[in-house]
């Protein structure tokens, strides 16, 4: 592990002065997980690491309206475990607990996962699923940013030098929804994702879809979105030729590589195996709750 100064800071201002002050390259910690790894593994060389885990404004769920804020600091065993999550995201829930382990998880916090942009980051396609905002703050103000513009590449994001990821955004509604998210891994913990899909569906009358999300993960160099593939449900009634219509889309829209965990044709094909059960999944859900009561 190389030497580097060490900050702890206990509110928001404070860790952008740290930053700024720091005549080196400097980065911010929360739980730590992905950042102290990386320092060992000479990945990254910072010359301080500003701790900003004593910033109680950024942990924690709100609700405010129709809008869920989760702060960057929220740890993913909150998430997992959350009757907020539980009840009203579901779909994050569900990848939260697919992260690590449960050591970790209680660890980890769900900005240290986005921000790390892995492109098999397990809470980003749940996240771009449910249309998620990120609310970023540097020294020249707020910016709020949609999660599909987040990612630039593995690693890499749109935060400039001295910007923090302080909250992420989540629209709730009333209506009926079904999702589902799946981790196809070697392990049931402790082990990356070859494949993660993430679904969404939302219903209106009559059963037909109002609005469908499918997103992926570790199939590109970023977690993406397929709006191919959620254009063509918009509208309909789904049945089984759409839904492997959909995953075909889905399958030939990602970029998967091979590697020593699995090949590109693998992975590829894993897509559309998942995304055509987790379309008629998420949508048998959606159709057991009651026209009505949800909208």
């Not at 592990?1 to 002065?17: G, R």
């Not at 499918?214 to 789904?238: F, N």
């Not at 590697?259 to 959606?286: I, N, P, W």
Request: proline letters at 4%; hydrophobic letters at 40%; one cysteine or more.
């Amino acid at each position: 592990m190389q030497s580097f100064d060490y900050q702890k800071v206990y509110s928001l201002q404070d860790a952008l002065e740290a930053v700024s002050a720091s005549k080196g390259i400097s980065v911010f910690m929360a739980g730590g997980t992905d950042l102290l790894v990386q320092i060992k593994e000479g990945k990254i060389r910072p010359q301080c690491v500003v701790d900003v885990k004593g910033i109680h404004e950024m942990d924690g769920l709100a609700t405010s309206g129709d809008v869920l804020s989760i702060g960057s600091l929220t740890r993913i065993r909150t998430l997992e475990t959350s009757p907020s999550t539980l009840e009203r995201v579901p779909l994050l829930a569900q990848a939260a607990a697919k992260l690590g382990s449960v050591q970790v998880r209680h660890r980890a916090t769900i900005g240290g996962n986005v921000c790390n942009a892995s492109p098999s980051a397990e809470t980003a396609p749940a996240l771009l699923a449910l249309d998620a905002q990120a609310v970023i703050c540097g020294k020249a103000g707020t910016r709020v940013v949609e999660l599909t513009d987040f990612f630039l590449g593995p690693g890499a994001t749109v935060l400039s030098n001295g910007e923090m990821l302080t909250h992420l955004k989540i629209p709730l509604t009333r209506n009926r929804q079904g999702s589902v998210y799946y981790k196809l891994s070697t392990r049931k913990a402790m082990d990356l994702a070859f494949v993660g899909v993430a679904v969404l569906l939302e219903l209106g009358r009559g059963d037909q879809i109002s609005k469908a999300r499918i997103a992926l993960g570790a199939v590109a160099p970023t977690p993406i979105r397929v709006p191919s593939a959620e254009k063509l449900l918009k509208g309909i009634v789904l049945d089984l030729d759409a839904a492997r219509e959909c995953a075909e889309l889905a399958a030939q829209s990602c970029k998967p590589i091979s590697d020593l965990r699995a090949s590109a044709e693998y992975r590829r094909e894993m897509v559309r195996q998942l995304c055509e059960q987790g379309l008629l999944t998420a949508y048998r859900q959606a159709k057991s709750l009651i026209e009505g009561n949800n909208e």
